[in-house]
Nanobody, 122 residues
Framework: QVQLVESGGGVVQPGDSLRLSCEASGFAWEYYPVGWFRQAPGKEREGVSCISDNDGTTHYADSVKGRFTISTDRSTNRVYLQMNSLKPEETAVYYC???????????????WGQGTQVTVGS
């Protein structure tokens, strides 16, 4: 049974940093990339970043390049998203996802986490 459990969300101020964590289990990491999506209020869900654990290849949305870093820790089966210099418009629910291929499209997500709320600003 696949389980994706996100944590680390919260309320921060603009310019602050936050690290999201996703404990991911029940699937073959060598076959599936993992990533993060987000959905802001009133907007469609969008891909943020993904990583292929077998070769370490990473992909980022243009809006987060240079500020966000995705990584994995196979010893704990976790996927992390380090987010720096956060902006108010990045307030959203952030979802961990397991993908069929390393392309950040919703229709290519095989399994979803339940999401964690990130709020930037008051």
């Amino acid at each position: 049974q696949v389980q994706l459990v996100e944590s680390g969300g919260g309320v921060v101020q603009p310019g602050d940093s936050l690290r999201l964590s996703c404990e991911a289990s029940g699937f073959a990491w060598e076959y599936y990339p993992v990533g993060w999506f987000r959905q802001a209020p009133g907007k469609e869900r969008e891909g943020v970043s993904c990583i292929s654990d077998n070769d370490g290849t990473t992909h980022y949305a243009d809006s987060v390049k240079g500020r966000f870093t995705i990584s994995t820790d196979r010893s704990t089966n976790r996927v992390y998203l380090q987010m720096n210099s956060l902006k108010p418009e990045e307030t959203a629910v952030y979802y961990c996802a397991v993908l069929f291929t390393p392309v950040m499209r919703e229709d290519l997500v095989r399994w979803w986490g339940q999401g964690t709320q990130v709020t930037v600003g008051s």
